[in-house]
């Protein structure tokens, strides 16, 4: 069985579950999947679904998870994790993943007009920084899932700490992009850029293709359509001074703010539809 199998079958027999075994299976859950980067996944899967499945039997016989294992989840997770070394090829694929993600963010947008080369050098220093905040996140994250922080419980406190750290993580982003400049440079006028454009299409349609759940990523596929059309259309002749975004900068700024004023719209409805699937189940 696939990892994608596997985690489906994984949501749904996790609704089998008491309250109280949710609690406990879904802390193992997290704890094992954060602490477990860099390690085989499937592996993590695999057991992931054996412990439910373990943990369901027990519940047919009135046995709480806790008093059929007999220890605490974290503990159970370690003495798995002990026998899954990390792996460098992992490691790679993550690493190969954030540089394609962060690439497909900041390429297209680009794209979407001429006259700017594209800095191949920044793109790899801010993914080697993404990657790093993404390690420590899943280690900390791993680390808190089974400590209480009473001191953020207030939602509104809760919300101004995320958004401190959110600053704090996004402002290197920043400052290298704007400080840092390298003779790394890609020329995307032309021919080019419509090549690039067509294989990141092809890409993003690979990944999005092999996603179980496409619902999530539908208004980043709408983004990345139009800022790829908005990109061809800057590199034809007979277009481009129309779409300019100094000739025909009013409709470029038009199209842009077309585009997210959609994207917001198509991003609530989503969101709304998964709430009222999840209240349905």
């Known amino acids: ?36 980067i860099m390690r085989d996944e499937e ?3 695999a057991f992931l679904l054996e412990v439910l499945q373990d943990i369901l039997l027990a519940q047919q016989d009135g046995i709480s998870a806790k008093s059929y294992f007999g220890k605490e989840p974290k503990v159970i997770a370690d003495d798995f994790l002990v026998t899954l070394p990390r792996s460098l090829w992992e490691g790679i694929k993550l690493f190969l993943l954030v540089l394609v993600s962060y690439a497909g963010s900041s390429i297209l947008p ?6 700017k080369p594209i800095d191949i050098g920044i793109m790899l220093i801010t993914s080697i920084y993404a990657f790093i905040v993404i390690m420590a996140s ?56 419509i090549v690039i454009i067509m294989v990141l299409w092809l890409i993003g349609l690979f990944f999005y293709l092999r996603i179980a759940d496409k619902k999530f990523w539908t208004p980043f596929v709408f983004v990345a359509f139009v800022f790829g059309v908005m990109g061809i259309a800057a590199r034809l002749p007979h277009l481009a001074t129309f779409i300019n975004v100094k000739s025909g900068r009013y409709v470029y700024a038009g199209l842009m703010i077309f585009t997210m004023v959609i994207f917001y719209l198509i991003s609530y409805l989503t969101i709304r539809k998964m709430k009222k699937e999840t209240n349905e189940h």
């Open 138 to 193: 899943f280690k900390y994250l791993a680390s808190t899932i089974y400590k209480l922080t009473v001191f953020i419980k207030h939602k509104v406190i809760r919300l101004l700490v995320l958004w401190v750290v959110l600053m704090v993580i996004l402002a290197p982003v920043l400052l290298i992009n704007f400080w840092v400049h390298t003779p790394f440079k890609i020329n995307v006028n032309g021919v080019l850029g």
């Open 43 to 45: 592996k993590i899967e």
């Open 1 to 36: 069985m696939n990892i994608k199998k596997m985690i489906t079958q994984n949501n749904q027999l996790r609704e089998k579950l008491t309250n109280e075994n949710k609690v406990y299976y879904e802390n193992l859950l997290l704890y094992l999947r954060f602490e477990g």
């Open 110 to 115: 680009s794209l979407t007009t001429t006259g």
